[in-house]
């Protein structure tokens, strides 16, 4: 050590610097959540839940990402085959549009849906005509939902079964297998860390997305309000414990999407490393 | 030509990434460009060139700024302790840095309020120094740390551990003191992973919506940030006023990634990796 | 089996890859495509295998046992394929991985659990590895990984075997000894098998016959013996073994290289023409003394007598370094050192005419 190493002082500084900057940033809001949510018991608590709109939004939360993650999963997985086993012209283009809803401003996903579906927008007079609702109704949400967690899985597994390349399917086909023998016993086994990782993800932004969902919800109660949506609407009702005890829900998944975020992390760097 | 090829699935596999593409995310914001380009010159500028869309901007602008520099000071310290020194605790402080990405902003949003309002947890104490957080472009600029926090941690931890220790050792036997070897070898070459952390946050922090809407009481002129301008608009049935916004925002989004995109080749192209 | 190609041409983008590649493989032979990285030798492997398609000429063909292969996939040709870098499946055991070209077989031509059982132990035992069946391949060395991949490909009980320079990611000594068995295990098996490598060594060492290749063009097809002995174009000669090189020309009919002189060039050539005369370093010989043959005289540049022969580098009055291999026994004889001044001549080589247009 010695020239090589920071004094001791300094070291501590920056150790406590740190501790200091993620405490009061990331600690504090966690913390916050909770207890704003116990604030009045765990009676009053566990009521907020019982309440028809919060179910309903619970409900709706799970559906919109019920259908984003597996369709966004499909998706991801037959474009990493394409993108990662092929040649093509317009690859490098295909790879930066898939990150495209990541660069996009969560309200302005939720406002190309209104500017489509809603009435002033292209289909909706075609739409209002046969009484049929995308904007401030559940499929509305879907949608938002669905642009925003596009690239999730996509992105995880595009770089991976590149640097995989083709050889082992080559392999595969070699030996007799069919392609969906190949891809099912060779390239998804190769690729499971990473979908998980990004199903992981994209689950976490599916539920939490509040945004894009807000600006095509309408904010309906009991009908068009994920969790985010009922969250805010509490809030501004000052019915603070029920929107921290909503919140605190959200705030446990984050924190099991965090565990399970790094436990698949080990278990890719361990793979990495055979 | 029309060569087989080896591995079955190429026509459908791309066939159907396009299209789902196409129809989720490219048609839609197709019809936000179309419905400005659909607008005269003259409502297009009245929209961007508000007097309220133009406070929008430059609070969006320097409240990101400010957001963005913030974490890259304290980002680099929190990635350099992480990555340099060994204390209790190190793991999960190391899991949590995700946390703005994982933790829905409705609920950082609602969180920070409560931390930051009058009578919040640490607002209280603002208020008795004379410092008005919550409801003030401070908390607007308190908001977009959070979410921005976890992109310069993330891009410099990784460029961290890289770093060739031989470079240190060799400063250091030329007489280097630990200062100077800082100073004149690790942080230049962290620079570019800096810089583009920086930027990462930066973008981020000009979209942002849920976290800001709480904290910062959306007043027109002081504390309305352009997403909240966009939200505003589109509830009064504005469309146009707002998709005029929201790609003004967009063209700068995209700007700044390709800034970063930029930064990246030519950093992989001088040191042969990227940031 | 026999294995033909037919007119095989494949480019990539404006690249030429092979070009009127026409070649016969042998029933049971081991043959070796040997040539040099971008001579096409990997791509002619994997038009085999149907791994990569030839363009479509007129004419162009593959014939397994005379019959066109040509529209069957990779998976149809019953080839067994040993990757350069082995492709094991690296989320399978070894058992599983040589168990795999059996276990995806149509159910209704599938072994049975216990028959695939049986025939993987059988082969895992031919390669010398049933005490790792369970083993992951990130456990394996090297040459372990080679052999997992032999029988893996040897599982379905190939008609044809190709190996893509099968030893050309391991060490000098592996590579010795997995050689050796490599030869055993083809004379044992007797199925037709092709190799590609760039190693000219291990080309003459292993393989009945060799096809020399560059730049997407066969140079030669021939036994060991007759490419190294008898090489049919310069790229042959320069490729096999080390040669040294003099220029020459050709007058009144011989080829000239200074005091050297060559009476039957290998082709006939106009006077003038330039003339380039190959010699392999054992085929010259060292004289201090001049000896009635044609000679050149050299004076010694370096000696490095450590190994089997003792190599020596020398520069001749034609100004040409060379280098040339002598005994042990004759180098004492001699009683060598450096710049000394002595006398080469030539005990055999070849001579090469370049085309000559006016």
């Given amino acids: 050590m010695g020239r090589l190493a920071e004094p001791r002082w300094v070291r501590n500084l920056l150790i406590g610097v740190t501790l200091l900057f993620l405490g009061s940033f990331l600690l504090l809001p966690l913390v916050v959540v909770f207890t704003e949510a116990l604030r009045n018991g765990l009676a009053a608590y566990l009521a907020s839940f019982s309440e028809p709109d919060a179910l309903a939004a619970i409900r709706l939360t799970l559906l919109a990402a019920g259908i984003a993650v597996p369709v966004n999963c499909v998706f991801g997985l037959a474009a990493s085959w394409a993108i990662a086993k092929f040649e093509f012209p317009g690859k490098a283009v295909l790879i930066s549009l898939i990150d495209l809803p990541f660069a996009i401003s969560p309200v302005i996903s939720g406002m190309v849906y209104v500017l489509v579906f809603g009435l002033q927008g292209w289909l909706g007079p075609w739409l209002a005509e046969r009484e049929m609702r995308i904007i401030f109704a559940v499929p509305g949400v879907v949608l938002a939902t669905m642009f925003v967690t596009l690239p999730y899985v996509a992105r995880e597994l595009i770089p991976l079964m590149q640097e995989q390349g083709i050889e082992e399917e080559e392999a595969a086909a070699v030996l007799g297998a069919s392609g969906w023998q190949t891809f099912r016993r060779v390239t998804l086994p190769n690729v499971k860390w990473a979908l998980l990782y990004g199903v992981i993800l994209c689950n976490a932004r599916a539920m939490g997305e509040f945004g894009a969902v807000s600006v095509v919800s309408g904010h309906i109660r009991g009908l068009t309000n994920t969790m985010p949506l009922h969250i805010e609407i509490l809030y501004n009702e000052y019915n603070f414990v029920a929107a921290f005890a909503v919140a605190s829900l959200l705030a446990l998944l984050a924190l099991v999407t965090l565990a399970a975020k790094s436990v698949v992390e080990r278990r890719m760097r361990q793979e990495e490393a055979q | ?275 | 089996m026999s294995i033909e190609l037919r007119h095989i041409w494949r480019t990539f983008g404006h690249f030429i890859a092979l070009q009127d590649v026409n070649l016969e493989v042998r029933s049971g032979e081991l043959m070796a495509l040997l040539g040099p990285s971008g001579s096409g030798k990997t791509t002619l492997l994997r038009i085999i295998a149907g791994l990569e398609t030839p363009d479509p000429v007129p004419g162009s063909a593959v014939l397994f046992r005379d019959q066109d292969v040509s529209s069957r996939n990779a998976a149809e040709r019953q080839v067994g394929f040993v990757f350069q870098h082995y492709a094991l499946f690296r989320n399978m055991t070894v058992f599983e991985n040589v168990a795999f070209g059996l276990r995806v077989q149509p159910r209704k031509s599938r072994l049975s659990k216990d028959a695939i059982r049986a025939r993987v132990y059988e082969l895992l035992k031919l390669v010398h590895l049933e005490d790792l069946a369970q083993r992951y391949p990130s456990q394996l060395s090297g040459g372990q990984r080679q052999r997992v991949a032999l029988a893996r490909a040897l599982a379905i009980q190939p008609q044809v075997l190709l190996l893509d320079e099968p030893f050309g990611a391991l060490d000098a000594k592996v590579r010795q000894g997995l050689r050796t068995w490599l030869r055993k295990l083809h004379d044992e098996l007797h199925v037709t098998t092709v190799l590609v490598t760039h190693d000219q060594e291990e080309a003459l060492e292993v393989a009945d016959r060799i096809v020399v290749m560059n730049r997407g063009q066969i140079e030669q097809v021939g036994t060991p013996d007759e490419v190294f002995h008898h090489p049919a174009t310069e790229f042959t000669m320069e490729f096999l073994g080390s040669v040294n090189l003099f220029r020459g020309r050709i007058e009144s009919g011989k080829a000239v290289f200074g005091p050297l002189v060559v009476d039957r060039p290998a082709r006939l050539a106009t006077d003038g023409a330039a003339a380039r005369l190959f010699v392999r370093p054992h085929d010259l010989e060292i004289n201090t003394a001049p000896n009635g043959k044609p000679s050149l005289r050299a004076r010694i540049l370096r000696i490095q007598s450590a190994g089997a022969l003792v190599k020596v580098d020398l520069l001749c009055e034609t100004g040409e370094q060379v280098n040339v291999h002598i005994t042990h026994e004759r180098f004492r004889e001699m009683n060598l050192s450096p710049d000394a001044h002595v006398y080469l001549s030539m005990r055999q080589g070849k001579v090469f005419v370049e085309d000559y247009c006016i």
């Fill in chain 2, 1 to 275: 030509m029309a060569r087989r090829r080896i591995l079955p699935g190429f026509g459908i596999t791309l066939g159907y990434s396009v299209l789902y593409l196409s129809l989720i995310v490219l048609i839609p914001l197709a019809a936000l460009f179309l419905r400005v380009t659909g607008s005269s010159w003259e409502q297009f500028w009245d929209a961007v060139s508000a007097p309220r869309a133009i406070a929008a901007y430059k609070l969006t602008f320097a409240a990101s700024f400010a957001g963005a520099a913030v974490n890259a000071v304290f980002g680099f310290i929190v990635a350099w302790t992480l990555v340099r020194y060994r204390f209790p605790g190190k793991r999960v402080l190391d899991a949590i840095i995700d946390l703005p990405f994982a933790l829905p902003t409705a609920v950082s949003g609602i969180a920070l309020t409560a931390i930051y309002s009058r009578n919040g947890w640490v607002g209280r104490y603002l208020e008795r120094a004379g410092i008005e957080s919550a409801f003030s472009p401070l908390g607007v600029t308190i908001a977009l740390t959070f979410v921005g926090l976890p992109f310069v941690v993330r891009t410099l931890q990784p460029a961290l551990e890289d770093l060739d220790p031989g470079m240190e050792e060799a400063a250091a036997t030329l007489g280097a003191g630990r200062w100077q070897t800082f100073r004149r070898v690790i942080l230049p070459s962290l620079l570019p992973a800096l810089i583009t952390g920086f930027a990462l946050a930066f973008a981020r922090a000009l979209g942002e919506y849920g976290s800001v809407v709480f904290i910062s009481g959306n007043m027109p002129f002081r504390t309305e940030i352009a997403s909240l301008l966009i939200v505003a608009k589109l509830e009064q049935y504005d469309y146009t006023g707002a998709a005029s916004i929201g790609v003004l925002m967009l063209l700068a989004s995209f700007l700044m990634l390709l800034a970063i995109n930029a930064l990246q080749h030519w950093v992989g192209s001088r040191y042969g990796r990227t940031a």
